[in-house]
């Protein structure tokens, strides 16, 4: 029986032949005709906004004449738009999240969007449905939470929304030649309720941070903003804004730390190892070294990795079940040489230590150059934001 | 006849061929949504209307370093605003697995172990054994770090073959 990661490969190779025998698409042919007529029906749309336009035109002239007065200008008539400019029907029932943007129209309202921080994200006026905004391309807007309140002191109730642009692929760059663009921005805007359509107060805040908490307190916007990246530790940013009469200022800044990321701590022993070479096929004698992790947080851990980087060949033996497969084929770039192992580790309960031990070896009839190294790196999994990391890192040198 | 290319129009590289790729592109695109969304009709229909996005913008797209990339994309993302807009219902997935006639019981099990991965493990799985991307395409396109990617990899390994092992037992068992 193949081992697991080549059972995974046959798998999926199977599947695809599985799929692929089945797959009974249309042909491109097809595709050629759809966004043909696609182009069409666009095309005839816009021609028939034009006639429409004449056509009233003509008559109001012809009515005109018949009633021997001038015929207005025709500039009186505009043909419609492709986007309506205010689209404030009634809210189709959303997805979860969707209760934490407010029932009014913004859901499915045409909106002023202030500039992201990324490129390729789009701005100014876009027509929201349900929530989304998407083109035809590849980027889109979503509203992913909201808040009201009165923030501009006039009395009205104002709607704050975290909007999240996600982009991906490619654009092409000012001399014509394709970027690469993509990533995520988010930002928080306010707009004024009290019209017809939701008006543009002003951004809030602007970054690529996730926006986990945002509330109208007292006048003011308040906000939490995480890292935007969930494995990241970094600390929660408390943020308070006010309108000053043109814009929103910032009113207060604090940080706190993520609330339950474990105070872990590793050391191995030894930190130098001479490690014994081998000339025949055959790896030489292995050593041990151990590994303490010791958790002083007071926070459980849930799963623990322990990730392995060897800068010369080796071999990571686990002393109760042989050697251990590596995640990654030895990748060697000039003198760079990285050999990476990931393992699941038991994880000690706060204020406990657990040793680990494992046997290293050198695979047979290598030189170990200067400077080699082997670090030991242990990531948590205990930020309830997501997968968390602790990310605490000892290392070995070899000789 | 013979025609000389100019020295400029030499260098240039060819333009790719959408016909060529859609042979040789089509099917995979189709098992890698398959997989995303486990629906096949609908993965088709993702894949079809990617094609169709690209058709109409051929001359620009045509010019990008990876136009699959680009197809890919749009693809995968039509695919997630399907799965926005269908999220406050179950996913199929045991429907689904059906979709494709005759799976075999690892088939079975490999979708369904995909659905229950976290999206950013499922999607890394499907880069990695399905479209043949490199950890540094993946991490390129999910922008983090190829450090990540193998940890997303990993996790995502451990638990498919996890599901994998279960079903060999219990069909060693039956």
Known sequence: ?399 | MTVRETGVAACRPPRPDLDEIYQAHSARLVTQLYALTQDLGLAEDLVQEAFCRAVARWSRISAYDDPVGWIRRVAWNLAANDWRRRRTRTFPQSSAAQTVPGPSPDHVVLVQALGALPPAQRRVAIMFYLADMSLAQIAEVEKVSENAVKQRLHRGRTALTAALIDTSTEVGNA
């Open chain 1, 1 to 399: 029986m193949p081992d697991a990661p080549d059972r995974l490969a046959t798998v999926f190779a199977e599947l695809h032949a599985a799929v692929s025998s089945r797959t009974r698409l249309p042909g491109l042919a097809a595709a050629r005709a759809t966004a043909h007529r696609r182009r069409t029906v666009r095309l005839a749309a816009g021609t028939a906004a034009v006639v429409a336009v004449l056509l009233i035109s003509a008559g109001i002239a012809v009515g005109a004449l018949r009633n021997g007065a001038p015929p207005p200008p025709s500039a009186t008539t505009s043909p419609p738009s492709a986007q309506p400019t205010s689209s404030v029907g009634p809210a189709p029932a959303g997805p979860p999240l969707a209760d934490q943007v407010p029932a009014w129209p913004v859901r499915n309202a045409t909106l002023d969007v202030p500039a992201f921080p990324l490129a390729g994200c789009p701005s100014g006026s876009r027509m929201f449905q349900n929530r989304y905004w998407e083109n035809d391309t590849i980027a889109h807007i979503e509203m992913l939470r909201g808040a009201t309140g009165d923030v501009n002191g006039d009395g009205e109730g104002d709607v704050l929304l975290v909007l999240r642009c996600d982009v991906f692929g490619s654009a092409p760059a000012s001399g014509g030649a394709a970027a690469q663009v993509g990533g995520a921005a988010e930002q928080v805007v306010a707009y004024a309720s009290g019209g017809a359509a939701p008006r543009l107060l002003g951004q809030v805040w602007a970054g690529q941070g996730d926006v986990t908490r945002l509330v109208v307190a007292d006048g003011a916007v308040q906000l939490d903003v995480a890292p935007a990246d969930p494995t990241a530790a970094g600390p929660i940013a408390q943020e308070s804004y006010r309108w000053t009469g043109s814009a929103f200022a910032q009113a207060g800044h604090s940080e706190i730390p993520h609330a339950d990321v474990p105070n872990i701590e590793v050391s191995i022993d030894p930190s130098s190892l001479a490690l014994p070479r081998s000339s025949s096929p055959y790896p030489a004698l292995s050593t041990p070294v151990q590994l303490t992790i010791r958790n002083d947080g007071d926070t459980s851990i849930r799963p623990l990795e322990l990730t392995i980087v060897s800068t010369v060949g080796l071999i990571v033996y686990d002393p109760a079940t042989g050697p251990l497969n590596a995640l990654d084929e030895p990748s060697q770039n000039g003198d760079s040489y990285t050999h990476t192992w990931i393992l699941a580790v038991a994880a000690p309960d706060p204020g406990q230590s657990t040793t680990i031990t494992l046997d290293l070896a050198l695979v047979p009839a290598i030189t170990v150059p200067e400077n080699s190294r082997v670090s030991f790196t242990l990531e948590g999994n205990a930020n309830t934001r997501g997968p968390g990391t602790s990310g605490v890192t000892a290392e070995i040198s070899l000789q």
